[in-house]
């Protein structure tokens, strides 16, 4: 077994059994070079050359073609998930060469034997997923991810397309019955993967308060020591729903939407990071909440550095993840989001702002940033992009905790170095396959690593 298989098996000790499978055969012998959005750019390739041999009626390669892409289905999602090489585009990808390829395959395949009315069945209840799908990602805020009735409902489907493929090949027509009965099982299970998409994020603990004039947002879950939750950019306290299941029974988890963010209302004006600074310790007196603890990602983190290291606010113990501080103007991303910015804060008046809303949506689900505004790319993230919290870093002299993806692009590993370096009290520990957002991709982690910290 080639060496890094050991590696591979580990991790998937927790996902599911295909994967495992293909870890275990298949992919130890895939080179590491080779990245799952390479594999799925390779189904989508294989499109128009599965269509041109139907059309010629050269069913014998279509059939050797069909069935390649359709294995590769199962390949580059198990890689991704075995590397830890999740991504949004990846995600995109998938989705498109699943629906290229059925859709091809019904089109061009099924009107022989079976009429358009199976066509239309299939494309009607894929439609309805699709919906279902995105009804699910505005109500929950998170895209559902394939679930095991939809990819046993992909791997039907692609198997009574080659029972079809060998007919007109071989010429031996009793594979059609078995074909047609996989179709017509195939449809109910359209419906179960719909009902097994996540609905609404939990509202149980969800409470209203209103801090100087603001009506804000956040949730209480747990007990224990409390930990204080300050999320990232153009996110949300829904950002920590996978790290808060898994901190809620060792502590009382209390998480903002900050001001102009998630449910919360927008400040009035353009606002600086002392001011989120000063929001934050005025949430913590109105609710009398002493935190343990106060755990803050990107931008949050930015904001424990400013308040801290003012003496704004104060907590025994801080978690920064991912949260630079100084402006990373040694890399080229930052500074053309703080381009867009400025050019959206002149066109922010003549766009809605739910058009606007879907389009930094569409940016931090691509990119795994989280440098465009909320409303119109406002003055406050120019504000508060630039700020340069060096100094305030070292001030800090409670004991505080760093936890950094080594694959974050908008903030280099190298920012965690120079971060480490300046509070005294500080220990760092990476995760080797995260990027900006490490809680998301490993919760489990993160969550132990916060637990042994505070």
Same mark, same amino acid.
């Given at each position: 077994? $080639?060496?890094?298989?050991?590696?591979?098996?580990?991790?998937?000790?927790?996902?599911?059994?295909?994967?495992?499978?293909?870890?275990?055969?298949?992919?130890?012998?895939?080179?590491?070079?080779?990245?799952?959005?390479?594999?799925?750019?390779?189904?989508?390739?294989?499109?128009?050359?599965?269509?041109?041999?139907? +059309?010629?009626?050269?069913?014998?390669?279509?059939?050797?073609?069909?069935?390649?892409?359709?294995?590769?289905?199962?390949?580059?999602?198990?890689?991704?998930?075995?590397?830890?090489?999740?991504?949004?585009?990846?995600?995109?990808?998938?989705?498109?060469?699943?629906?290229?390829?059925?859709?091809?395959?019904?089109?061009?395949?099924?009107?022989?034997?079976?009429?358009?009315?199976?066509?239309?069945?299939?494309?009607?209840?894929?439609?309805?997923?699709?919906?279902?799908?995105?009804?699910?990602?505005?109500? #929950?805020?998170?895209?559902?991810?394939?679930?095991?009735?939809?990819?046993?409902?992909?791997?039907?489907?692609?198997?009574?397309?080659?029972?079809?493929?060998?007919?007109?090949?071989? &010429?031996?027509?009793?594979?059609?019955?078995?074909?047609?009965?996989?179709?017509?099982?195939?449809?109910?299970?359209?419906?179960?993967?719909?009902?097994?998409?996540?609905?609404?994020?939990?509202?149980?603990?969800?409470?209203?308060?209103?801090?100087?004039?603001?009506?804000?947002?956040?949730?209480?879950?747990?007990? &224990?020591?409390?930990?204080?939750?300050?999320?990232?950019?153009?996110?949300? +306290?829904?950002?920590?729903?996978?790290?808060?299941?898994?901190?809620?029974?060792?502590?009382?988890?209390?998480?903002?939407?900050? $001001?102009?963010?998630?449910?919360?209302?927008?400040?009035?004006?353009?606002?600086?990071?002392?001011?989120?600074?000063?929001?934050?310790?005025?949430?913590?007196?109105? #609710?009398?909440?002493?935190?343990?603890?106060?755990? &803050?990602?990107?931008? &949050?983190?930015?904001?424990?550095?400013?308040?801290?290291?003012?003496?704004?606010?104060?907590?025994?113990?801080?978690? +920064?993840?991912?949260?630079?501080?100084?402006?990373?103007?040694?890399?080229?991303?930052?500074?053309?989001?703080?381009?867009?910015?400025?050019? %959206?804060?002149?066109? %922010?008046?003549?766009?809605?702002?739910?058009?606007?809303?879907? +389009?930094?949506?569409?940016?931090?689900?691509?990119?795994?940033?989280?440098?465009?505004?909320?409303?119109?790319?406002?003055?406050?993230?120019?504000? #508060?992009?630039?700020?340069?919290?060096?100094?305030?870093?070292?001030?800090?002299?409670?004991?505080?905790?760093?936890?950094?993806?080594?694959?974050?692009?908008?903030?280099?590993?190298?920012?965690?170095?120079?971060?480490?370096?300046?509070?005294?009290?500080?220990?760092?520990?990476?995760?080797?396959?995260?990027?900006?957002? $490490?809680?998301?991709?490993? $919760?489990?982690?993160?969550?132990?690593?916060?637990?042994?910290?505070?």
């Amino acid at each position: 077994m $080639p060496k890094d298989a050991r590696d591979v098996i580990e991790a998937v000790e927790s996902q599911r059994y295909t994967d495992t499978l293909l870890a275990r055969t298949v992919l130890p012998f895939i080179p590491r070079r080779i990245t799952p959005n390479e594999v799925t750019w390779m189904r989508i390739a294989f499109l128009p050359f599965i269509v041109y041999f139907l +059309l010629v009626h050269n069913y014998g390669v279509g059939f050797a073609l069909f069935a390649i892409a359709a294995i590769t289905d199962a390949l580059d999602g198990a890689m991704a998930r075995t590397r830890h090489e999740v991504t949004d585009l990846g995600n995109l990808l998938d989705a498109l060469a699943d629906w290229g390829l059925i859709g091809i395959a019904a089109v061009m395949l099924l009107p022989m034997y079976f009429g358009w009315w199976l066509v239309a069945a299939l494309f009607a209840f894929e439609l309805f997923s699709i919906a279902m799908a995105y009804r699910s990602y505005r109500r #929950t805020g998170s895209r559902p991810e394939h679930n095991w009735a939809g990819k046993l409902k992909m791997i039907m489907q692609c198997v009574a397309f080659c029972f079809m493929l060998g007919t007109l090949f071989f &010429g031996e027509s009793f594979w059609l019955l078995p074909a047609l009965a996989l179709f017509l099982a195939s449809l109910p299970l359209s419906l179960l993967e719909v009902y097994l998409y996540p609905q609404y994020p939990p509202k149980a603990h969800a409470k209203k308060i209103t801090v100087d004039g603001l009506k804000v947002e956040y949730r209480e879950e747990g007990s &224990g020591p409390t930990l204080l939750l300050l999320h990232g950019w153009m996110s949300s +306290l829904i950002t920590f729903d996978a790290l808060v299941e898994r901190l809620k029974d060792h502590f009382r988890v209390v998480r903002i939407d900050l $001001p102009g963010f998630g449910d919360s209302e927008q400040p009035h004006t353009s606002w600086r990071l002392v001011d989120y600074a000063k929001f934050v310790k005025a949430f913590l007196r109105q #609710t009398g909440i002493e935190p343990a603890a106060i755990v &803050g990602h990107s931008f &949050g983190g930015r904001i424990i550095l400013k308040g801290t290291g003012q003496e704004v606010f104060a907590a025994p113990k801080l978690v +920064l993840i991912d949260a630079e501080a100084g402006e990373q103007l040694d890399t080229l991303r930052p500074r053309l989001y703080k381009a867009a910015a400025k050019t %959206g804060k002149a066109l %922010g008046a003549h766009i809605s702002r739910e058009l606007t809303t879907q +389009l930094r949506r569409l940016f931090v689900r691509r990119d795994g940033s989280e440098y465009l505004d909320t409303a119109a790319l406002s003055e406050t993230f120019l504000n #508060t992009a630039g700020e340069d919290l060096i100094d305030e870093a070292r001030r800090i002299s409670v004991p505080v905790l760093l936890l950094w993806g080594a694959r974050d692009k908008m903030t280099p590993l190298a920012d965690a170095k120079r971060l480490a370096g300046a509070i005294r009290n500080s220990k760092l520990v990476v995760f080797p396959h995260a990027g900006h957002v $490490p809680y998301q991709k490993f $919760p489990k982690e993160v969550a132990d690593a916060i637990r042994a910290f505070v």
